[in-house]
């Protein structure tokens, strides 16, 4: 048996355990999704950038959340079509690059919900007034195809139950003030609804709070579940898969739900498209 000699810098991923049968098929999948959402939020940004009428907060705000898509997206899928098709025992990565990915990771959930939060606000307005890690030799194989926080703990030997405490109390608090804003503000929108009773007002609320309401409960659904697998060690490919769909669902439907049900934006597209031919 060969000795083989590793930097402490160099990490071992996981990765997605894809047999070799599927490897170019799962390549495949993930590369046409990765395609689509740069192709379908960046065509989104040059549209509302190009059109002047769209110039517009309420925009503006898709605009940011499609930037952030496509930053998300970037940070992870091309490393996880990478390793898909690379060996296990080959897939390594040094440990700035993986501190590196963690932050824009998590960067990218918490700039979604930000954006989430503030469009809440918009839709209210609208409707209501016109650190590092020492390393150790006990592990050194991240547990996820990607980097992230809670990851880059496990590979410590020390008690890092203060990491722990601060990761999970900042997720959550990120998510309660998240909740609390985004439901504060469709409850004051349901309060004016009913006390104004006015048949065109209600049908504008639902158009323009249908489309905010189902993004954020898909970003809040896939967050929750990851925090909540990485508590449990016999669901790691659960978890694997978890991680993956955060970065990839989002920014697959929210290009298509604020591009398509959109009527200003739909317009928009329809008049491109009429040009041309």
Do not use: W
């Not at 999970?168 to 998510?175: F, I, N, P």
Request: with cysteine; charged share 15%.
């Amino acid at each position: 048996m060969e000795n083989e000699t590793l930097n402490l810098d160099i990490l071992q991923l996981e990765g997605l355990q894809v047999s070799p049968i599927y490897s170019i098929a799962a390549f495949i999948f993930l590369l046409t999704i990765y395609i689509f959402i740069m192709v379908s939020n960046i065509s989104l940004v040059v549209l509302i950038l190009k059109e002047r009428t769209l110039h517009q907060p309420m925009y503006l705000l898709f605009c940011n959340m499609s930037i952030n898509d496509v930053f998300g997206a970037t940070t992870v899928v091309p490393r996880i079509l990478k390793d898909v098709l690379t060996p296990m025992a080959h897939r390594y990565i040094h440990y700035y690059e993986c501190v590196i990915q963690a932050f824009c990771a998590h960067f990218h959930g918490g700039t979604s919900h930000t954006v989430l939060i503030i469009m809440a606000f918009d839709r209210y307005m609208a409707i209501c007034n016109p650190l590092r890690v020492r390393l150790s030799r006990c592990r050194r194989t991240i547990s996820n195809p990607f980097c992230d926080n809670a990851s880059l703990f496990k590979l410590s030997c020390e008690n890092v139950l203060i990491n722990h405490v601060y990761g999970l109390g900042s997720a959550m608090a990120t998510m309660a003030c998240s909740l609390c804003s985004v439901t504060i503000t469709y409850l004051r929108i349901a309060m004016v609804c009913l006390s104004r009773k006015n048949q065109a007002l209600n049908s504008k609320a639902l158009q323009t709070c249908a489309t905010h309401l189902a993004v954020y409960i898909i970003l809040l659904l896939s967050g929750n579940i990851i925090i909540i697998l990485h508590r449990f060690e016999n669901l790691s490919d659960h978890r694997k898969l978890a991680s993956i769909l955060f970065h990839v669902v989002p920014p697959s439907l929210n290009a298509i739900i604020y591009g398509l049900q959109i009527k200003a934006v739909r317009e928009k597209i329809t008049v491109i498209f009429t040009r041309k031919k």
